[in-house]
Structure formats: C-alpha cells, structure tokens
C-alpha cells in the first residue's frame, strides 16, 4: 500500500459545481497535512494547509479525519480556473520529519 | 521576497552523460527539497537538507545520483551517469522549517535520449 494515495481522476465538472476530493494516508504518526495546487507544466504551489478542526477559504475547505486517516479538499462554486492537479502532502514522523507527495488529483472545468 | 531560483530550465542530454543542476533557496529558510517528478506523478522526494546536513535521502540512487548543500545555502543535485528513465524535472524547494509551507522553485526539465 502507498503512504499516501489519492484518486487520479480526471474529474470533469460544470463551472459552478462543488467537487470533493479526498486523500488517504497510511502512517498513523503523521503529522502535518497540506493541499497544493498545480498547473500543467508549472511547480506546485500551496492551496492551504489542513489542520485538525479543518480550515476554510473562501471556496475552498479542508478536512481531517485521523480517525479513518484522510484528508479531504472541498471546492464549491467551482470556476475554470481552478482546473488544474491538486496534490496532498502529509509530514510524517520516522526519526525526521519528512514529506509524501500523493499523485494528484486532477480536475477539469468546463463552461 | 525572492523566490527559490533553479538552473538551468531545461536540459537535454544523452544517456551515460552527467549533468547538474542548481538550487538557490529562499532566504533564511533552513529546509532544502529536491524532488523528482515524473509526467503524471506526484512529486518524489529524493534528499531533504536542514542546512547543511542531510536529513533523508532514502530516495536517492546513490550509485548515480548526489547531492550537496555547502554552507547551509545553495545546494547541487548531480546525475553521473544518467538514464533514459532519469526524464523528469527536479524540483527544488525549501521552506523555514520541516512543518512550514514549501515554497518551489520553476524546476529543470531533464530529457536523457
């Protein structure tokens, strides 16, 4: 199993749509939570980080659960412009501290 | 405040040749990245720097590939020598400390024919 896995999609919605994506992680000790956001053929970059009461904005939340280990990335109002990979990235403990990207999910808005 | 700055942008060699890249971090920030990204793949850690040292690397295919951090500022990632399958752009980030927002660099797009 992969630490940390995510549904590749794509996931093909209307403008105007709410779409949720989710985020599995196998490491119970992890520790920090964050989405990013990338666009074809440009870097990452971050969309919000996710804390344990979850975190809201604007049209974007972000989720924990600990419990069922995922995190979840909630879009409402979706525009064409939000169209692009949306990737997780769980730290997680192991002697250091270190970062699991997941695939992406990538997600498409159309008119 | 300046970016993380990467060189070159893109690279084409062929196989069985080295080439280098090189990572200019943010100011201050203590964290060095790099990673691998593959075409439809998330991205992959290779070494992680906190300042000079090395963190993990337990990604890293050593027998080809190194990397360095001299000073606790700007870092190298070398690839001696490089395969078909080292295609991919390296990305380089860095962040404050180990739970702080990563902040990245454009990356080098690597083609090895």
């Known amino acids: 199993r992969k630490e940390v896995e995510q549904d590749p999609g794509p996931f093909n919605v209307p403008e105007g749509a709410t779409v949720a994506f989710n985020c599995t992680y196998s490491?119970?000790?992890?520790?920090?939570f964050f989405w990013y956001r990338q666009d074809c053929r440009k870097e990452p970059k971050l969309l919000m980080s996710?804390?344990?009461s979850g975190n809201e904005d604007g049209r974007f939340t972000a989720q924990l659960n600990r419990a069922s280990q995922y995190i979840s990335l909630l879009i409402r109002d979706s525009k064409l412009s939000d169209s692009a990979t949306y990737l997780c990235?769980?730290?997680?403990?192991?002697?250091?501290?270190?970062?699991?990207f997941g695939r992406g999910t990538s997600l498409i808005v159309h008119p | 405040e300046a970016g993380v700055a990467q060189s070159p942008r893109y690279k084409i060699i062929e196989k069985r040749q080295s080439v280098a890249f090189w990572c200019n971090p943010i100011?201050?920030?203590?964290?060095l990245y790099w990673y691998q990204q593959i075409l439809g793949q998330g991205p992959k850690l290779l070494i992680q720097?906190?300042?000079?040292?090395?963190?993990?690397d337990s990604q890293l295919p050593k027998d080809r590939f190194s990397a360095e951090r001299l000073k606790g500022v700007d870092s190298t990632l070398k690839i001696q020598p490089a395969k078909l399958e080292d295609s991919a752009v390296y990305l380089c980030?860095?962040?404050?400390?180990?739970?702080?927002?990563?902040?990245f660099g454009p990356g080098t797009r690597l083609t090895v024919l």
């Open positions: 490491n119970s000790a992890s520790q920090s």
């Open positions: 990235v769980v730290i997680s403990v192991g002697g250091s501290y270190i970062p699991t």
């Open positions: 720097f906190q300042n000079n040292g090395v963190v993990d």
């Open positions: 996710v804390y344990s």
């Open positions: 980030a860095s962040s404050s400390t180990v739970f702080d927002t990563q902040y």
């Open positions: 100011s201050g920030h203590a964290t």
